[in-house]
């Protein structure tokens, strides 16, 4: 399954102009942890986001259910999905938001070329620890 989006000029990642399940497959499984997501998880929750996607770039948020939405938060943690918020005025006057998600692709084709935890927003300093002999952590 492919998902062609509508994107600027300007905003298309090279190397990345249609997002498919695989690309999508191996972002969510870069940018869990050092170790990655199972292949096998990874591909469903891929399919599973890709088919509310369709072949949109953005999706409105009132067609997912809670436990679809707590996944959406969790790639959008991971810097895969971002959300986008539209205000328009009813012919009543009141004022309405729509809610959208939207696949970053830039940070899923830094994902796709191993750069998983270098561009995240906050760094967790586990790589200080791993650096660090065995013997740093025993007491006598």
């Known amino acids: 399954?492919?998902?062609?989006?509508?994107?600027?000029k300007d905003e298309t990642p090279v190397g990345l102009s249609t997002l498919t399940v695989e690309h999508l497959t191996h972002a969510i499984r870069n940018s869990i942890d050092r170790d990655g997501m199972?292949?096998?998880e990874a591909r469903t929750m891929a399919q599973h986001v890709m088919n509310f996607f369709g072949y949109s770039e953005r999706i409105?948020?009132?067609?997912?259910?809670p436990e679809d939405r707590d996944a959406f938060y969790m790639l959008e943690d991971a810097g895969i999905l971002t959300t986008e918020r539209e205000e328009t005025t009813l012919y009543d006057g009141?004022?309405?938001?729509?809610?959208?998600w939207i696949f970053r692709k830039d940070r899923i084709l830094n994902l796709l070329n191993?750069?998983?935890?270098?561009d995240s927003k906050l760094g967790d300093g586990s790589d200080v620890y791993d650096q660090m002999p065995n013997e740093i952590w025993s007491r006598e």
């Open 1 to 8: 399954m492919n998902v062609l989006t509508k994107v600027k």
């Open 38 to 40: 199972p292949e096998d």
């Open 60 to 65: 409105i948020d009132n067609v997912l259910e």
């Open 94 to 100: 009141r004022e309405w938001r729509i809610h959208y």
């Open 114 to 118: 191993g750069l998983a935890k270098s």
